[in-house]
């Protein structure tokens, strides 16, 4: 049997080796954030983000990692899932759509639609979202960090 919890400061481990393997499933050559930002982002005093586990047995099969989202067009809270991921092993038994359950389940701020990422390039995760109900939005992400980030500062 599946079991969904709320992931814990004793998971950070766990977190970030599914966090690895979710880039390295995406063609990443790059490591992801420290356990220990994790610990002080996610478990510290005000936590930036929560994190779902899903488990069988007591292993870790899948995680959610998501935080608050906000529509200024819809005037309502929603939920942005920043990862998700299922191990190989796991596919295909629900684990994607049990962990999104679970995490509209546990947030507490009344999420009235899930935003999420997706590289075009992931058929098989395009597919998976589009068949429970995701579309595209139709805007393109950006980012800014580094010097050009330090120069707004």
């Known amino acids: 049997m599946i079991a969904y919890r709320p992931a814990e400061a004793r998971d950070v481990t766990t977190l970030r080796s599914m ?23 996610g478990f510290g005093p005000r936590p930036l983000f929560w994190a779902m586990l899903a488990e069988r047995g007591g292993q870790a099969l899948g995680m959610l990692i998501y935080y608050p989202d906000y529509s200024t067009h819809r005037g309502e809270a929603g939920v942005y899932v920043q990862d998700i991921y299922v191990s190989d092993a796991a596919r295909g038994l629900g684990l994607g759509r049990g962990l999104l359950t679970a995490m509209l389940r546990q947030q507490d701020w009344g999420a009235q639609f899930i935003t999420l990422g997706v590289s075009a390039d992931n058929a098989v995760a395009m597919g998976f979202y589009g068949r429970i109900g995701f579309r595209q939005r139709g805007y393109e992400m950006m980012i800014l960090d580094g010097q050009m980030l330090e120069a707004l500062q």
């Open 19 to 41: 966090l690895q393997a979710l880039a390295d499933h995406d063609g990443g050559d790059y490591a992801v954030g420290s356990e220990a930002g994790l610990l002080q982002h």
